[in-house]
């Protein structure tokens, strides 16, 4: 396996499997809603208890985001007060087909941090580069490296879910580890 890629389809459940309602999440999108929103809410409200223990792991963050339309989102990186420190999740993706694209940090000509639509800060990116890889992503489960520059663009005109579990303890408790390690830790469901 190539461990150099920053996005890897998961033979995990789908998403109507692993959380309490998606009907509840689909009725965080308001009707004939279009553009771009993110939330926050606590992962116990979203998803199965086993799920928020899963590798043994505290999963204990969520990040919802909701895009309709050709959206494209900005060219970002999640962690906005560290360029070193590893932001890393597992992405339901539900609805809509989607393109990740990911850029090396020596492409990117101007950051700035910046409060995205859910109200948390994050690192706005600018560059005139193409990127360095590019994931196509349907319906299904993601290993992500959320640390990488990285943009989401819808392919079509429906609505896209992405759900993202992730841990703030697990990288708070493990300051060292690298992408490889977590890669190493989900390899068996690695598609």
């Known amino acids: 396996m190539d461990k150099s890629d920053y996005c890897y389809r998961l033979n995990l459940p789908d998403i109507k499997d692993v ?9 965080l999108v308001p009707e004939d809603f279009r553009g771009s929103k ?21 999963w ?4 919802l985001f ?7 989102s900005v060219l970002h990186r999640d962690n906005p007060h560290s360029s070193n420190s590893l932001h890393w999740g597992i992405n339901w993706v539900y609805g809509e087909d989607s ?3 990911y850029w090396e940090d020596e492409k990117i000509k101007h950051q700035k941090i910046i409060y995205d639509s859910g109200g948390k800060t994050t690192v706005f990116l600018e560059t ?16 992500v490296n959320a640390s990488v520059p990285h943009r989401v663009t819808n392919l079509s ?10 841990s703030k303890k697990f990288r708070y408790d493990n300051p060292g580890l690298k992408w490889k390690d977590i890669i190493s830790i989900f ?4 598609v």
């Open 19 to 27: 959380t309490l309602s998606l009907d509840d999440i689909c009725q």
């Open 38 to 58: 993110i939330f926050y809410p606590d992962p116990k409200s979203i998803f199965k208890q086993e799920w928020l223990e899963y590798k043994n792991i505290s």
């Open 60 to 63: 204990d963050y969520t990040s």
């Open 66 to 72: 909701i895009r309709t339309g050709k959206e494209q």
């Open 99 to 101: 393109v990740m694209e």
């Open 128 to 143: 005139d580069l193409e990127p360095s890889k590019s994931y196509t992503m349907t319906s299904g489960a993601y290993l």
């Open 157 to 166: 005109s429906t609505c896209r879910i992405a759900l993202s579990l992730r």
């Open 187 to 190: 390899e068996s469901e690695i």
